[in-house]
């Protein structure tokens, strides 16, 4: 199931609440790299210690992932450009994520993520994965899954 939106962003947070809250000193930068809105509510329940990665991926047009898995989720947000995804959940849709939008990956799910179209497009993923795991693994492309030329 690949979740898709509009344009805000995820934040996991602890405590609740501004109480004893203080503002940062001295010097600090703070660069947000992408934002995304992913439309549905999800959890996230780990087993145990996990890694997380963080990537910028830029695929040029006409470039695609390879079908894949991975060991864990895998949040991505679409900075620019449009990525269509293709997961081998019995239908093999395409699903169509523009800049400002955002998507998530289930654990062991194969799947592709394609530039179908005319300009580079640049995507940052998070993945959380089992601690050592690589968080990619190449996968067979599923016989149900024709993807267009």
Same mark, same amino acid.
């Not at 501004?18 to 999800?42: H, I, Q, V, Y």
């Not at 959890?43 to 990665?53: A, E, L, R, V």
């Given at each position: 199931?690949?979740?898709?939106?509009?344009?805000?962003?995820?934040?996991?947070?602890?405590?609740?609440?501004?109480?004893?809250?203080?503002?940062?000193?001295?010097?600090?930068?703070?660069?947000?790299?992408?934002?995304?809105?992913?439309?549905?509510?999800?959890?996230?329940?780990?087993?145990?210690?996990?890694?997380?990665?963080?990537?910028?991926?830029?695929?040029?047009?006409?470039?695609?992932?390879?079908?894949?898995?991975?060991?864990?989720?895998?949040? $991505?947000?679409?900075?620019?450009?449009? !990525? =269509?995804?293709?997961?081998?959940? /019995?239908?093999?849709?395409?699903?169509?994520? @523009? &800049?400002?939008?955002?998507?998530?990956?289930?654990?062991?799910?194969?799947?592709?993520?394609?530039?179908?179209? $005319?300009?580079?497009?640049?995507?940052? !993923? =998070?993945?959380?994965?089992?601690? /050592?795991?690589?968080?990619?693994?190449?996968? @067979? &492309?599923?016989?149900?899954?024709?993807l267009p030329s």
């Amino acid at each position: 199931m690949v979740f898709t939106g509009g344009a805000a962003g995820l934040v996991i947070g602890a405590g609740a609440g501004s109480a004893g809250a203080t503002p940062p000193s001295g010097k600090l930068t703070r660069e947000e790299f992408a934002k995304g809105r992913l439309a549905d509510a999800f959890k996230i329940q780990t087993s145990g210690p996990t890694d997380f990665h963080i990537q910028r991926v830029v695929l040029e047009p006409g470039a695609d992932s390879g079908w894949h898995t991975h060991p864990g989720i895998a949040l $991505d947000i679409v900075k620019k450009g449009t !990525v =269509t995804a293709y997961l081998d959940d /019995g239908e093999c849709k395409p699903v169509k994520v @523009e &800049a400002g939008q955002a998507f998530l990956f289930p654990a062991a799910v194969t799947h592709i993520a394609r530039n179908e179209g $005319d300009e580079p497009a640049e995507v940052y !993923v =998070t993945y959380l994965v089992t601690a /050592g795991a690589d968080p990619r693994k190449d996968a @067979e &492309a599923p016989a149900n899954c024709k993807l267009p030329s």
